[in-house]
């Protein structure tokens, strides 16, 4: 099942593999795939230029975190055209993980229009998070014509249950 989210100017689809999340149990170890497919938000005026997305994931031993084990998460990126992106994976403070993607490039931007797209993939994550909802808190630098860059933010759910 996909999960849908969008800031002004772009749209953000998450899915699962496995599609229903089941947290790990003693003897049972169980990990994750996510994948964000991020697109130009159709309700959006103009093509966005986007400077970066960053996908913060709650990490650690709260009750809201996906993962204790955030340093086994692997990265990876799905885009057209032979664009580049980078992926740095930070912890700027407990209980959080930051996945931040930059685009490659003389400019430093990738345009947004109706054929253009980026996929995170954020793989092998160990589920050993306690059963719940887990906010993955989605921000994006972006703008439209000549107009002024802007941090833009959305949420998308993530649902772990109990076997």
Known sequence: MAVTATTDLLRYTLTTSPPDLVRATAGHPRQARLEIAVTRNPAADGVPDCRSITVEVPTGDGADALTARAERIDTAYRAPHGRSWHIRATTPEPGRTVFTCTPEGPRGKAGFDDREDFTL???????????????????????????????????????????
């Open 121 to 163: 993939v954020l793989e092998r994550i160990p589920l050993t998070g306690p059963p719940g909802t887990v906010q993955l808190r989605i921000s994006d630098e972006t703008a439209t014509g000549s107009g002024a860059y802007a941090r833009r933010s959305t949420v998308l759910p993530v649902a772990v249950v109990c076997e």
